[in-house]
């Protein structure tokens, strides 16, 4: 799936993605707006193994103080979409004020767990050259530094995984999902497991405060966030709860919100259990 709706562009979906895999004859330096903490060090984990220079921000204004002040240029910024105080759609149109007239554009991806077409062209319109769907893979992570990074247009990025609320409920952890996303690397994910377990119990909490407000838009955000950093973990029945909430918030269902918030809160005591008694070691090396 690509940024653009440009046939051309499309036909590429298909090809051999070897020269994708190549490495790069230079470091790249790489900007980071993220938010979630166990997303962000799962992205900045992943791009320091291939080899990149890392800088991590967790709002759209200090994005902006990174690419104004960055001692050396910045190669490529990886931007969340829903970001606090200004978001990544403001933050790019910002940046891409600043470069007018320089000459140079930095190769701006979105990182985004809504791939559908209008959420696309959303970024499109913002100034992102492309998208990355969430969770963030390290794969995805290689073509996007061997084509942005090395002066390319576009990539195939990968396909959005939101699905429909069903009756059948996912398990509560997955562990090879989340030893998959975490490339068998367990100081990864632990790491992930560690600002996941501490921030999520804020962030239910806000949420719980939104509820309570009516406040719909800070429902959506809220849930938005706590589906992305449980799908980091593979924490699948507390992210589909997670889901449903933010779902029913953009459609405008505070009753329906406030039904599903006592399953998220169920949901998130057994996955933190789950969590906490899983022996990483011995599943990995049993694989």
Known sequence: MYMAADSKDMETRNQDRTSESASLNRQVTVLVVEDDRSSQVLVQRLLEKLGCAVLCVDDGEKALEA??????????????????RVSGYEATRRIRNLEAGTGRRIPIIAMTAHTQSENIEQCRLAGMDDFLAKPVRRDILQAVLSKHASGESRIDSAAGNDNARGETRHPILDTAAALSIAENDLEILR???????????????????A?????????????????????????????????????????????????????????????????????????????
Not at 67 to 84: G, S, V
Request: proline share 4%; glycine share 4%; net charge negative.
């Open 67 to 84: 690419f104004q002040n960055a001692q050396k240029p910045l190669d490529l910024i990886l931007m969340d979409c829903l970001l606090p």
């Open 191 to 209: 790491d992930v497991i560690q600002f996941f377990l501490e921030d999520a119990p804020v962030d239910l909490e806000q949420l719980h405060a």
């Open 211 to 287: 509820l309570n407000a009516g406040a719909l838009e800070d429902i959506r955000a809220r849930a938005h966030a706590l589906k992305g950093a449980a799908t980091n973990l593979g924490g699948m029945r507390f992210r589909e709860t997670a889901y449903a909430i933010e779902m029913a918030a953009r459609a405008g269902e505070l009753p329906e919100t406030r039904e599903l918030y006592p399953r998220l809160q169920s949901d998130f005591e057994a996955l933190k259990t789950a969590l906490e008694r899983t022996e990483w070691d011995q599943i990995r090396n049993a694989d």
